[in-house]
C-alpha cells in the first residue's frame, strides 16, 4: 500500500511544528546559555539573633549572638555580622569569641570567622587569661579543631606568641604554630613566695 505524499504533509508539518515548539520552550527557560544558574537570594534574615544551648542541668553550655544573619537555601550557609561565642563547660574554663563577621556550613559543623577574630580563655585556678588574634578563623566540629592560615597572635598571661597559620586541638589543648614563629616566655612566680 503506497500513502500519497500528499497525506504525509500535514503529519511531517505537525511533527517539524512539535519540535520546534520543544526548541522554543527549552531556549525560553535556559536562555541563549543553558539553565540559569541557582541564584544565591536569602530566605530568611534575623537581626539580633541569640541562640543557647543548655547542659542537662539547666545550666548554659553555649550562647551565640549576632547582630544579623542571613540563610540562603542553595548551598544552605548562613552569613553572621558580628557573631560572639561562649563556651562554657563545668569543670573547664570557659571561652568566649568575636569577630566582624562569619559563615556556618549547613549542618553547623563548620564555622568561619573573618576580621578581627579575637577568642579567649577566661583565666581559671591553674591558668591565666590566654589571648589569640588572627584576621581569619576556621572551627571544625564545635570547638574541637581551630585553624588558621593567616598571622595569629597568642597571649599566655605574661607570655606572648606570634607566627603565620596555626591549629588548635581543644580536648588535648595541642596549640601548633606553623611558620614565621616569635615568641616571649615569662616564667611563671611561684605561689606562696
Do not use: C, N, W
Request: glycine residues 8%.
Amino acid at each position: 500500500m503506497m500513502v500519497a505524499p500528499t497525506r504525509l504533509f500535514p503529519l511531517l508539518v505537525a511533527l517539524v511544528l512539535a519540535v520546534l515548539s520543544y526548541a522554543l520552550e527549552r531556549a525560553v527557560r535556559e536562555g541563549p546559555f543553558g539553565p540559569e544558574p541557582r541564584r544565591h537570594d536569602p530566605d530568611y534574615i534575623v537581626d539580633l539573633f541569640v541562640m543557647t544551648a543548655y547542659a542537662t542541668d539547666g545550666s548554659v553550655e553555649s550562647r551565640i549572638t549576632a547582630d544579623r544573619i542571613t540563610h540562603f537555601p542553595d548551598d544552605g550557609t548562613t552569613d553572621v555580622v558580628a557573631p560572639r561565642l561562649v563556651f562554657s563547660k563545668p569543670g573547664r574554663p570557659r571561652y568566649r569569641g568575636r569577630a566582624q563577621r562569619g559563615s556556618i556550613a549547613d549542618d553547623g559543623e563548620e564555622v568561619l570567622l573573618y576580621d578581627d577574630v579575637v577568642l579567649i580563655r577566661e583565666a581559671d585556678a591553674q591558668r591565666p587569661e590566654a589571648r589569640l588574634e588572627t584576621d581569619f578563623l576556621h572551627i571544625v566540629g564545635g570547638p574541637a579543631i581551630a585553624r588558621s592560615d593567616h598571622e595569629v597572635r597568642l597571649r599566655d598571661g605574661a607570655s606572648r606568641l606570634s607566627g603565620l597559620g596555626m591549629e588548635y586541638h581543644h580536648e588535648t589543648g595541642r596549640f601548633l604554630l606553623r611558620a614565621q614563629v616569635r615568641g616571649q616566655f615569662e616564667p611563671r612566680t611561684r605561689q606562696g613566695k
